[in-house]
C-alpha cells in the first residue's frame, strides 16, 4: 500500500512538469535573449527578455507552495535552461526553479517556493537596451510593517561594525585624520565649561527622534548612467547611501532607512511611499548621473518644481529620472501604483519651501569636498520628490560621465566624504529647524 502511494505520488508531481522531445521551432516564435533574477527582502523579480509577443499563463499549487508558469508555442531553449543557474541559495521566497517541456508546444517553469507569497506577473514592452520583458514579480502575502523593519534593522546594524569593508574603514580613518590636521589648535584644548553650556544653549535643541529616509538611486533591471569605464550609477549610489545611513544613525536624535539595501529595482511611487510608512521626516535622494557632455561635472541638489524646471539642463535630467519606472519595470494594473499617483499630486508649497532649505544646507557641505556644477539649489519636475509632507531633494553627488568624476566616485574615501557632506547638511538643517509634531494626510 505504501509502495502504491509513493509512486502516485511520484507521477502527481511529474504533471507539474513532463519533459517530452522537442519538435521543430515554429517560425513566429518568440526567443528568449537573457534570463534574470533580482532577489531581495521586498521582493523576488524573475524577468524573462525576449524577441516577440509570448502567450502566458500561470497559476498557484499548495501543499508545498508552488507557482507554475506555462508558455504557449514555445520550445525550450538553452537560455531559458539557464534561468535555474541564476537562483541564489539565500533568495528569501524562492526555494527552487525547474523548466521543462510540458507539452509540444509549452515551455513550463516551476517555482517551488519558501513561503506564500502574492505573485504580479506582466510584461514591460521595449525600451532603451532591453526586448521585450516577461516579469514574475514574488511578492509575501503578508507585507512587514515598515516601522518595525526599521527597528529591526537598527538592531542589526548596532550588531554589526558600521563599515564592514575594510577599503570603507581606511576611509573612515583616513576622513578623521584630515579632519584632525585641519582643526585648529584651540579646538584641541577642552573647553570651559561655561563656554560649552553657552553653545548649547543657542542652538534649538531637537525635540523627538527624527527620521531620514534615503533612497539610492536606480537598481535591479535600471541600472543608471554608466561611465565611460563602466562603473554602474545605481552601485555607487548604494555604497554611499549605506554610508549616508551610517553617518544619519550615529547622530544623537536621528534615524535612518534605505528605500533599497540591494540591487533591485523599486518603483518611483513605491520610494515615496516607503517614506510615509516610516513617517520621515525629511527625504535624500542619491544620484551620480550623466549627461550628454562628458565635461559635465559637479556636484547637484535639485528640488521639486511647480512651475518648470529652472533650466533646460535640470529639465533634460528630470525627464531621464522620471523614465526610470520604464526601464525598471512597472505593473502598470497595480493598484498601489495608482494611490502613489494620487499621492504626487498633493505636494505643497510649504514642502518645497521647507525643501530648498534642506538642499541649500546640503549644497553648502557638498562644496566643501567637491566642485559645485551650480552654486544654488535648482528645480525640476522630478517624481520621486513629490512626497505631500516631506521636505525632499535630491543630489546629483558627480557626474559618472565624466570620467575624473566616475573615478573619483569608485573611491571609497571619496564616497565617504559625500556621504559626510550630504549628512552633515541634514544635521544643519534640523539644528536651524527644529522637527515638531506635524499632520499628515492619511
Given at each position: 500500500m505504501n509502495t502504491r502511494r509513493t509512486v502516485l505520488k511520484t507521477l502527481g508531481a511529474s504533471l507539474l512538469l513532463q519533459l517530452v522531445p522537442v519538435g521543430a521551432r515554429a517560425a513566429e516564435s518568440a526567443r528568449f535573449v537573457d534570463v534574470r533574477l533580482w532577489p531581495a527582502e521586498d521582493y523576488t523579480r524573475v524577468t524573462l527578455e525576449h524577441d516577440g509577443a509570448l502567450k502566458y499563463k500561470y497559476f498557484l499549487v499548495e501543499n508545498p507552495m508552488r507557482m507554475v508558469v506555462d508558455i504557449s508555442d514555445m520550445q525550450l531553449d538553452k537560455t531559458l535552461k539557464n534561468l535555474t543557474d541564476r537562483l541564489k541559495p539565500d533568495d528569501p521566497y524562492v526555494q527552487q526553479i525547474r523548466v521543462g517541456q510540458f507539452n509540444a508546444d509549452t515551455v513550463r517553469i516551476v517555482f517551488d517556493l519558501k513561503a506564500q507569497v502574492r505573485p504580479e506577473v506582466f510584461t514591460i514592452d521595449p525600451v532603451a537596451e532591453y526586448k521585450n520583458r516577461l516579469v514574475v514579480d514574488f511578492y509575501p502575502k503578508t507585507p512587514p510593517d515598515p516601522l518595525i523593519a526599521l527597528l529591526k534593522d537598527q538592531q542589526q546594524d548596532a550588531a554589526t561594525p558600521s563599515y564592514k569593508d575594510d577599503e570603507i574603514n581606511r576611509a573612515l580613518n583616513l576622513a578623521k585624520a584630515d579632519q584632525t590636521d585641519k582643526a585648529p589648535a584651540s579646538e584641541s584644548a577642552k573647553e570651559s565649561p561655561r563656554k560649552a553650556k553657552a553653545d548649547a544653549d543657542s542652538t534649538p535643541q531637537v525635540r523627538r527622534l527624527v527620521t531620514v529616509a534615503i533612497d539610492p538611486g536606480h537598481g535591479g533591471e535600471d541600472p543608471g548612467a554608466i561611465g565611460r569605464a563602466g562603473t554602474r550609477e545605481k552601485d555607487v549610489v548604494l555604497e554611499i547611501a549605506r554610508m549616508l545611513?551610517?553617518?544619519?544613525?550615529?547622530?544623537?536624535?536621528?534615524?535612518?532607512?534605505?528605500?533599497?539595501?540591494?540591487?533591485?529595482?523599486?518603483?518611483?511611487?513605491?520610494?515615496?511611499?516607503?517614506?510615509?510608512?516610516?513617517?520621515?521626516?525629511?527625504?535624500?535622494?542619491?544620484?551620480?548621473?550623466?549627461?550628454?557632455?562628458?565635461?559635465?561635472?559637479?556636484?547637484?541638489?535639485?528640488?521639486?518644481?511647480?512651475?518648470?524646471?529652472?533650466?533646460?539642463?535640470?529639465?533634460?535630467?528630470?525627464?531621464?529620472?522620471?523614465?526610470?519606472?520604464?526601464?525598471?519595470?512597472?505593473?502598470?494594473?497595480?493598484?498601489?501604483?495608482?494611490?502613489?499617483?494620487?499621492?504626487?499630486?498633493?505636494?505643497?508649497?510649504?514642502?518645497?519651501?521647507?525643501?530648498?532649505?534642506?538642499?541649500?544646507?546640503?549644497?553648502?557641505?557638498?562644496?566643501?569636498?567637491?566642485?559645485?556644477?551650480?552654486?544654488?539649489?535648482?528645480?525640476?519636475?522630478?517624481?520621486?520628490?513629490?512626497?505631500?509632507?516631506?521636505?525632499?531633494?535630491?543630489?546629483?553627488?558627480?557626474?559618472?560621465?565624466?570620467?575624473?568624476?566616475?573615478?573619483?566616485?569608485?573611491?571609497?574615501?571619496?564616497?565617504?566624504?559625500?556621504?559626510?557632506?550630504?549628512?552633515?547638511?541634514?544635521?544643519?538643517?534640523?539644528?536651524?529647524?527644529?522637527?515638531?509634531?506635524?499632520?499628515?494626510?492619511?
Open positions: 545611513k551610517q553617518e544619519i544613525d550615529r547622530t544623537p536624535g536621528m534615524r535612518a532607512m534605505l528605500t533599497r539595501n540591494d540591487d533591485y529595482f523599486v518603483p518611483l511611487g513605491k520610494r515615496v511611499q516607503k517614506a510615509r510608512g516610516v513617517k520621515a521626516d525629511l527625504f535624500v535622494s542619491v544620484h551620480a548621473d550623466g549627461f550628454i557632455k562628458p565635461s559635465a561635472r559637479g556636484s547637484s541638489v535639485f528640488v521639486l518644481s511647480e512651475r518648470g524646471a529652472s533650466s533646460s539642463a535640470a529639465r533634460w535630467l528630470a525627464d531621464k529620472q522620471n523614465a526610470s519606472d520604464l526601464i525598471g519595470g512597472v505593473n502598470i494594473a497595480d493598484k498601489d501604483n495608482q494611490l502613489a499617483k494620487v499621492l504626487l499630486d498633493l505636494s505643497t508649497t510649504a514642502q518645497i519651501n521647507d525643501s530648498m532649505k534642506l538642499g541649500g544646507a546640503v549644497l553648502g557641505k557638498l562644496a566643501s569636498v567637491n566642485q559645485l556644477h551650480k552654486a544654488y539649489v535648482e528645480q525640476a519636475g522630478f517624481a520621486v520628490l513629490k512626497a505631500p509632507d516631506i521636505p525632499s531633494i535630491l543630489v546629483e553627488t558627480a557626474f559618472i560621465s565624466n570620467p575624473a568624476e566616475e573615478k573619483k566616485l569608485n573611491d571609497p574615501h571619496q564616497q565617504l566624504k559625500i556621504a559626510k557632506a550630504i549628512a552633515g547638511g541634514v544635521k544643519e538643517y534640523f539644528d536651524k529647524n527644529p522637527p515638531v509634531a506635524r499632520s499628515r494626510i492619511a
